[in-house]
Nanobody
Framework: QLQLVESGGGLVQPGGSLRLSCAAA????????MAWYRQAPGKQRELVAR???????EYADSVKGRFTISRDNAKSSVYLQMNSLIPGDTAVYFC????????????WGQGTQVTVSS
């Protein structure tokens, strides 16, 4: 059974850091691109960062230079290191897995709340 389980969210002050983790199980990890999306209240879900199965990365302009996505293929896990957090980063963050060839083959985690506030 395919599972994506996120962890690491929480409340942090502006300028602080958080590291999100997503542990995957139940699918052939190396065939999937992994990504983090976020959704703030009243807004559409947006891509934050993606790491392709071959290791290339891409980021939303709003997080470039502050966030880093990485994957550990041995642990079937993907991470999002978030530094210099600002209130605008407040959202529910979702882990996403999408097959490298069959784009309709896509899965989501349950989401983890990140709140940046003083």
């Amino acid at each position: 059974q395919l599972q994506l389980v996120e962890s690491g969210g929480g409340l942090v002050q502006p300028g602080g850091s958080l590291r999100l983790s997503c542990a995957a199980a139940g699918f052939t990890w190396n065939f999937y691109h992994m990504a983090w999306y976020r959704q703030a209240p009243g807004k559409q879900r947006e891509l934050v960062a993606r790491i392709f199965n071959i290791g290339m990365t891409e980021y939303a302009d709003s997080v470039k230079g502050r966030f880093t996505i990485s994957r550990d293929n041995a642990k079937s896990s993907v991470y999002l290191q978030m530094n210099s957090l600002i209130p605008g980063d407040t959202a529910v963050y979702f882990c996403n897995a999408r097959h490298a060839l069959f784009l309709a083959d896509e899965y989501w985690g349950q989401g983890t709340q990140v709140t940046v506030s003083s």
